[in-house]
């Protein structure tokens, strides 16, 4: 079982930055694949980054390329997903989720991929 809990969300205006965190319990986070994914109200939840155990593999959605950045720090049990050069458009929940199998990562961009979810962070933007 792997529990998430989110952190780092807020109001900042376009063009700013957030980092949020999602820390992990559970011995199994170090072998775990890790994913961001966002929902915008009235809108399905979607993907924005995941990657691999060891951090040596990431991929993320077109329309964050550049401006996002995700990470982990196996021994703190968390994972990161740095935001810059923010837009309105960004504005959503963001939730952090636990896949316990392997898989090429490219691959896993739906939710039914993900095995644990956190309860989500707001993340609002303005112009």
């Known amino acids: 079982q792997v529990q998430l809990v989110e952190s780092g969300g807020g109001l900042v205006q376009a063009g700013g930055s957030l980092r949020l965190s999602c820390a992990a319990s559970?011995?199994?986070?170090?072998?775990?694949?890790m994913g961001w994914f966002r929902q915008a109200p009235g809108k399905e939840r979607q993907f924005v980054a995941a990657?691999?155990?060891?951090?040596?593999?990431?991929y993320d959605t077109d329309s964050v390329k550049g401006r996002f950045t995700i990470s982990r720090d196996n021994a703190k049990n968390t994972v990161y997903l740095q935001m810059n050069s923010l837009k309105p458009e960004d504005t959503a929940v963001y939730y952090c989720?636990?896949?316990?199998?392997?898989?090429?990562?490219?691959?896993?961009?739906?939710?039914?991929?993900?095995?644990?979810w956190g309860q989500g962070t707001q993340v609002t933007v303005s112009p």
């Open positions: 559970g011995r199994t986070f170090s072998s775990s694949i």
């Open positions: 989720a636990a896949r316990r199998s392997s898989a090429l990562i490219g691959s896993l961009r739906e939710e039914r991929q993900y095995d644990y």
């Open positions: 990657i691999s155990w060891n951090g040596g593999s990431t």
